[in-house]
Structure formats: C-alpha cells, structure tokens
C-alpha cells in the first residue's frame, strides 16, 4: 500500500549539490616499496570533480541521481537500474512512477470534471482541502511532513470503489490540473492510485507524487517508494 505511515513525519535533510573531489592516495607496501617511491617521485594526484547531471526530458536512464530545476527550489533524486524519465517524472516498466508537478485546478468531481475545474490557493493546505473534498475518489488523512527548508501534506489518492472509467470525462478520472480549460493529470485505469505529498517552496506549489498503474509486487513497491524518498532539495552554497 502507498501508505503515509511508512515514514514518521517523512523529514528529510537538505543537502548540497553533489560535488566531491577525488584523490588518489598512495601506500607503501614494505621497506623496498617505500625507497623505490623515493627513487622515481610519483606523479602529482590528480582531483576529478564530479557533478549531478540534470534529468533528461526523455528515455532510459542510468541509475544515479539527478538535479530536477522545474521548481523554484532544485531538487535531486536518485533512481536504480531500469527507470526512464519522462520530463515531468520518472517511471519503471509502466508500471510505477514518481513524478513532480505544480497543480493550479482542483475538480469539484474527478469523475464529471469537465466544466468543474476550480482554481486553488497555491498553498498545501488549499490543495488538500481541495482533494480531500473531491468527489469519486478517496484520499487518506493528511499527515504532516517537512522536506528540508519547506512544508506541507502528504496523503494517499485513490478512485472510489464503483467507478466506471467509461462514464467520465473523456474516459479518465482527473486528479487536477495545471490549466483552467482541460485535465493536465488523469488516470485512465481505475487501478492507479498514488501517494501525493505537497509543500509550500516559498509562495510555490509543489507536488510530488510515488503510485502504480496497477497492482504491483512489494519489491517494485519498496523501489518505487525509495526513489520517492531519495528526493532532497538543493541547497544553494
């Protein structure tokens, strides 16, 4: 389950832009080793700096962390072998995700959303009061969280149980939306469900979000989760 109390109070601490310097240091191994490095002076260490790639738009990705700056504040995450990012997220095999985004419209219905989409405060407590009292899906009672500098909720997402996909709006449900005049962020599937955790970058909305298409196993549940967790914001030196 994408449940909130995997983490007590999910904090996470702030770390700097990946930046390390490697050097190599050498060891004599004996006597005779030691004099032979006196004799022929080794050549001077080397330092090789190495930096957080931004994530691609698109495609395979290596595992690794990755700087995301589609925020005000940046963010690292960091993915195992076999995810692909997708611009806005990252995913596995479709069949579990991670994404990011910025919400700006709440449905009143996530069923009958078309005509229904309502504009929210950019705040975490507007946006959960928001999903909280959408109609045809479930949500659990938020829990507070603080990620680095900044706020806000985390939650869990769900359709409601009797929830024909064929019966709403262009056969999906809308979650909500980053524009007035159509869904930005659906399911097409009433198995998708997620885990949803918003906060406060300064006067910014930002929602990350860790869920499955579809039943999955616990092992792609806990990588999925991990990768959801692994993300830190950037503090700017």
């Given at each position: 389950?994408?449940?909130?109390?995997?983490?007590?109070?999910?904090?996470?601490?702030?770390?700097?832009?990946?930046?390390?310097?490697?050097?190599?240091?050498?060891?004599?191994?004996?006597?005779?080793?030691?004099?032979?490095?006196?004799?022929?002076?080794?050549p001077a260490p080397t330092a090789e700096t190495e930096?957080?790639?931004?994530?691609?738009?698109?495609?395979?990705?290596?595992?690794?962390?990755?700087?995301?700056?589609?925020?005000?504040?940046?963010?690292?995450?960091?993915?195992?072998?076999?995810?692909?990012?997708?611009?806005?997220?990252?995913?596995?095999?479709?069949?579990?995700?991670?994404?990011?985004?910025?919400?700006?419209?709440?449905?009143?219905?996530?069923?009958?959303?078309?005509?229904?989409?309502?504009?929210?405060?950019?705040?975490?407590?507007?946006?959960?009061?928001?999903?909280?009292?959408?109609?045809?899906?479930?949500?659990?009672?938020?829990?507070?969280?603080?990620?680095?500098?900044?706020?806000?909720?985390?939650?869990?997402?769900?359709?409601?149980?009797?929830?024909n996909i064929n019966d709403c709006g262009k056969e999906?449900?809308?979650?909500?939306?980053?524009?007035?005049?159509?869904?930005?962020?659906?399911?097409?599937?009433?198995?998708?469900?997620?885990?949803?955790?918003?906060?406060?970058?300064?006067?910014?909305?930002?929602?990350?979000?860790?869920?499955?298409?579809?039943?999955?196993?616990?092992?792609?549940?806990?990588?999925?989760?991990?990768?959801?967790?692994?993300?830190?914001?950037?503090?700017?030196?």
């Open positions: 389950m994408w449940t909130s109390s995997r983490r007590s109070g999910a904090t996470h601490r702030t770390r700097s832009p990946l930046a390390g310097v490697v050097v190599a240091l050498l060891a004599c191994a004996g006597f005779a080793a030691c004099t032979a490095a006196a004799e022929t002076p080794a930096t957080t790639k931004p994530l691609p738009a698109t495609g395979a990705i290596d595992a690794g962390t990755y700087v995301v700056y589609g925020f005000t504040a940046p963010f690292e995450v960091t993915v195992p072998d076999g995810w692909e990012s997708f611009g806005w997220g990252v995913l596995k095999d479709w069949e579990v995700f991670v994404n990011f985004l910025s919400p700006g419209y709440v449905p009143t219905d996530a069923c009958a959303w078309q005509n229904a989409l309502v504009a929210v405060d950019p705040s975490p407590e507007a946006f959960v009061a928001a999903m909280t009292a959408q109609a045809s899906t479930e949500t659990t009672p938020p829990v507070e969280v603080v990620m680095g500098d900044y706020s806000g909720f985390e939650f869990d997402y769900s359709v409601e149980n009797g929830i999906h449900v809308c979650l909500w939306s980053e524009q007035a005049t159509d869904c930005t962020r659906g399911y097409s599937m009433v198995t998708e469900r997620e885990t949803e955790r918003v906060l406060d970058l300064n006067g910014e909305l930002a929602l990350f979000a860790v869920g499955e298409f579809q039943s999955v196993t616990d092992e792609l549940t806990e990588e999925a989760r991990a990768v959801f967790d692994s993300i830190e914001f950037v503090r700017e030196e």
